[in-house]
């Protein structure tokens, strides 16, 4: 952002292997990919990568663009310029049904299921197995139960009950039952949007550790965060956004947990921050009328 | 709540599972609230008017109920699927409307007037589907709109056409006596007078329930209520459910229509207005959340009937029929209070 940090900051073009020529092992692959709203730059030129077996984490600020990419990965939006290739094929995503048919599954942070309804019902939406022909095609309730309470169990969920409405679980188990359906239905890369920013440090393991789970089950992860730590820990390769454009593009072997703390948190930005904080003075009441039990 | 464990449970039923008595699950149904305010209506009417047990009330009844019961069927789906049709009421009239005075007009065969303003009225969903999913305005406002446009429209063209507010009489037309005996006839069963709305009623209930929770539309019909984007994200077609939702609404009106017709052989052009609350206030009495993504099409039946049996108790007591709107202001807000009470309940003990 200020031109004190530019030189300290790899130039991402560099540190992208497949910045010429297609990667044919990646099952996305996003290159100098732009989307505008208006007039407004929400996104420029940025690069990501996705193999089989790998996460690719997107880190950035609020206002970074993470939404904007993954929307464009999901399928939501469509993206303006750049390449955006799913098993090598240039393609341009129109909906988020196609991005599914593509393999392309995303768990959202807030919008991941219907609060309202069953586990099972919620586990299934959009992809409902029916049994019967013609009026009397009907959904095949026996096998949804049982998949979704064998699936969830697969993962470490043990429900009491899958009738319970979804929005009854904790914010850590939906978010794990959104990727069990992902990995159900047979996603070859999952895009999760933020799956541990409103969890606490122990369910945010618990997310982690399933996420972990679907990488060494052989699909491709693009985990979104503004979390390092929880980045570093996952991921194998780390694109850094900034104000919509690339501001870094690592490998883990080439970067350190505290290299990418700093670059995420804004490097030289961070340092002056903590000079502010030192001198301020602290005041013994910062303002407003006095607390009623002050008075003698 | 619930527990995560790194090892499965053991086979078999879950123990836990026992804490989950019959009666908590039947608090959980959408339909209590309905079903406890329509055996105290019941009772009460039995206790204050003596004819109100007699087998010729129950027919009586039973009609007052289909009437609304009709409408408010797919009105409850709609309301499950997060939107409002303020049209529905006048929809029936103008549904009528052009049934009647296309085949008067035309000298056809009153079933091809009926087979045109099926079409016509559907058509009016679809508008209303469509401009919903394409202007993304709130439904009330694009519903409302609707409402008053056909209210003119009713009456302008019936003015127009005939002279009077009035449709001219189609009794003595060809096809007129088959289609009464479809749309307004009666059945006698038991001893019992039925109108033949009753069993539409009983027909368009059992469609909307078994689509609402047996089949995938259903499914979609709770998730565009609960959280449209969720359901958008995972692949669920919302336009095409909300647009299937109104052609529900159109198709249950188209019905109501014709029974409007067939019953005497003229049509009103300026009735229906404020029937398109009666029948949300029946499916909100039934259990349907007014935000959507919860409730049931059995609910709605039964606001149905509480509407029938206050509507006819009223009479039957010899009371002014004037009270009749206080008691289901009272109804409305002590059914949605005693629902709300209890999902709180339900979800929090779970």
């Given at each position: 952002m200020t031109a004190a940090q530019a030189p300290r900051e790899p130039d991402p073009r560099n540190t992208s292997s497949q910045d010429a020529a297609p990667d044919h092992r990646a099952l996305v692959e996003l290159d100098r990919v732009s989307k505008y709203y208006g007039n407004i730059k929400a996104l420029q030129d940025v690069s990501l990568v996705v193999h089989a077996g790998e996460i690719s984490c997107v880190l950035g600020d609020n206002g970074a663009g993470k939404s904007t990419l993954i929307k464009i990965i999901s399928g939501l939006h469509r993206h303006d310029s750049g390449t955006f290739r799913v098993e090598g094929e240039e393609t341009v995503l129109t909906n988020p049904r196609d991005a599914l048919d593509r393999g392309i599954a995303t768990v959202y942070q807030d919008l991941a299921v219907v609060p309202l309804m069953p586990?099972?019902?919620?586990?299934?939406?959009?992809?409902?197995?029916?049994?019967?022909?013609?009026?009397?095609?009907?959904?095949?309730?026996?096998?949804?139960?049982?998949?979704?309470?064998?699936?969830?169990?697969?993962?470490?969920?043990?429900?009491?009950?899958?009738?319970?409405?979804?929005?009854?679980?904790?914010g850590g188990e939906r978010q794990c039952v959104a990727i069990a359906r992902a990995v159900y239905f047979g996603a070859k890369v999952l895009v999760l949007d933020e799956p541990t920013a409103a969890l606490g440090v122990k369910q945010s393991g618990v997310v982690l550790k399933y996420v972990a789970a679907a990488r060494d089950a052989g699909l491709g992860v693009v985990l979104i965060t503004h979390n390092p730590h929880h980045a570093y820990l996952v991921g194998d390769r780390f694109v850094l956004l900034k104000r919509g454009a690339m501001s870094g593009s690592h490998t883990k072997g080439d970067v350190t947990l505290d290299e990418l703390t700093r670059q995420m948190a804004g490097g030289s930005e961070l340092e002056e921050l903590s000079h502010e904080l030192e001198r301020a003075p602290s005041p013994d009441r910062p303002g407003g009328p006095p607390a009623a039990g002050d008075t003698p | 709540m619930t527990g995560t464990h790194p090892a499965p449970a053991p086979p078999g039923a879950d123990e836990r599972l026992l804490r989950t008595s019959p009666l908590r699950k039947l608090l959980g149904r959408p339909e209590l609230g309905s079903v406890v305010g329509a055996v105290a209506v019941f009772v009460f009417f039995a206790l204050v008017a003596d004819s109100f047990l007699q087998t010729s009330s129950i027919g009586t009844v039973l009609y007052a109920a289909s009437t609304i019961g009709i409408m408010a069927a797919p009105v409850a789906l709609l309301m499950i699927g997060g939107e409002f049709d303020l049209s529905a009421g006048v929809m029936v009239t103008s549904s009528a409307l052009v049934s009647s005075m296309f085949s008067y007009q035309m000298t056809a065969n009153v079933w091809v007037g009926v087979f045109v303003s099926l079409l016509v009225t559907l058509g009016f969903g679809a508008f209303n589907g469509f401009m919903l999913t394409r202007t993304r305005l709130p439904s009330f406002i694009i519903t409302l709109g609707t409402f008053l446009m056909l209210t003119g429209l009713n009456l302008g063209f019936t003015k127009l056409i005939s002279g009077t507010v009035s449709t001219k009489g189609i009794g003595d037309m060809e096809g007129f006596a088959s289609a009464r005996k479809v749309f307004a006839s009666y059945l006698t069963v038991g001893g019992v007078e039925l109108k033949v709305t009753i069993l539409w009623w009983a027909a368009l209930v059992a469609v909307a329930t078994w689509i609402l929770i047996r089949t995938r539309f259903g499914n979609w019909i709770f998730a565009v209520?609960?959280?449209?984007?969720?359901?958008?994200?995972?692949?669920?077609?919302?336009?095409?459910?909300?647009?299937?939702?109104?052609?529900?609404?159109?198709?249950?009106?188209?019905?109501?229509?014709?029974?409007?017709?067939f019953s005497y052989d003229v049509v009103q052009s300026g009735e229906g207005v404020g029937n398109e609350l009666t029948y949300i206030i029946a499916a909100v009495i039934g259990g349907c959340l007014i935000t959507g993504g919860y409730g049931s099409a059995i609910g709605a039946a039964v606001g149905a009937i509480i509407f029938g049996m206050t509507s006819k108790g009223i009479v039957y007591a010899?009371?002014?029929?004037?009270?009749?709107k206080f008691f289901l202001g009272a109804m409305l807000l002590l059914a949605t209070l005693l629902n709300a009470w209890v999902r709180k309940r339900a979800e929090a003990t779970t």
């Open positions: 586990v099972w019902r919620n586990f299934f939406l959009g992809s409902e197995p029916t049994k019967g022909a013609g009026p009397f095609k009907r959904l095949d309730v026996a096998l949804m139960r049982e998949t979704t309470r064998a699936e969830l169990l697969r993962m470490g969920i043990d429900l009491r009950d899958v009738d319970q409405p979804i929005g009854t679980l904790s | 209520g609960g959280e449209a984007d969720a359901a958008r994200a995972v692949g669920v077609p919302v336009i095409r459910t909300k647009i299937g939702l109104y052609l529900g609404v159109a198709f249950a009106a188209w019905v109501s229509g014709q029974h409007l017709l010899e009371w002014n029929p004037d009270w009749f």
